[in-house]
Every structure is written in C-alpha cells, then in structure tokens.
Nanobody
Framework: VQLQASGGGLVQAGGSLRLSCAAS????????MGWSRQPPGKQRAVIAT???????TYADSVRGRFTISRDNAKNTVFLQMDGLKPEDTAVYYC?????????WGQGTQVTVSS
C-alpha cells in the first residue's frame, strides 16, 4: 500500500485548504485512515481519523474546523481545513492502518501566516 498526500501550501489565518491522500494497493477489510501533523519542534500527533464505516474522530485542537472524509471508490481520504490558525502550521501526514500494518504517506507542508 502506498499513500500520496497533496494539497498543502501557504494560506493566511482564517483561510482554508483541502488535503488529499490517494491510496494505491489493496485496502480491504477493517481499517482506519487518518491524518497526523507535526508542528516545528514538536511531536507528531493524530488529528483526525475515519474508519471504513465512516466513523470519524477529531483532536480537540481541530474539532469544528477540520473535516475528514473519504471516497471509497477512489481510495482517497480528504481533510478539509477551515478557519486555519498560525498554530496549525505543521507537516501533515496521512496514514492507513489495517491488519497488515500501518502505512504512511509523505508529508505535506501547511503554513498559516498571521
């Protein structure tokens, strides 16, 4: 399984970005996909997850501003980020976990200017 993340960039505070994560390979059975982020000088942390049944979870820091969704037909997961704040600046990573293991995409940089 390979994951390809895209959609990062530079945006002003209050703006929006949409990240995409396209998965290639076999994603079948029970699995969870999600997004983590790593701000400068800090540890990577999970911010949003979506199960194969579309159940979602969010970190407190992004709940109400970010929305995770998926297109099963295209094996793609999205992260819609609205109301961005400077503290959202980070490298964002998508991932998928299933019986065979956990898979990570390459990071995509999101920078929010004040």
């Amino acid at each position: 399984v390979q994951l390809q993340a895209s959609g990062g960039g530079l945006v002003q505070a209050g703006g929006s970005l949409r990240l995409s994560c396209a998965a290639s390979g076999s994603i079948t059975g029970r699995h969870v996909m999600g997004w983590s982020r790593q701000p400068p000088g800090k540890q990577r942390a999970v911010i949003a997850t979506i199960e194969d049944n579309r159940t979602t979870t969010y970190a407190d820091s992004v709940r109400g501003r970010f929305t995770i969704s998926r297109d099963n037909a295209k094996n793609t997961v999205f992260l819609q980020m609205d109301g961005l704040k400077p503290e959202d600046t980070a490298v964002y990573y998508c991932w998928a976990t299933m019986r065979s293991g956990i898979y990570w995409g390459q990071g995509t940089q999101v920078t929010v200017s004040s």
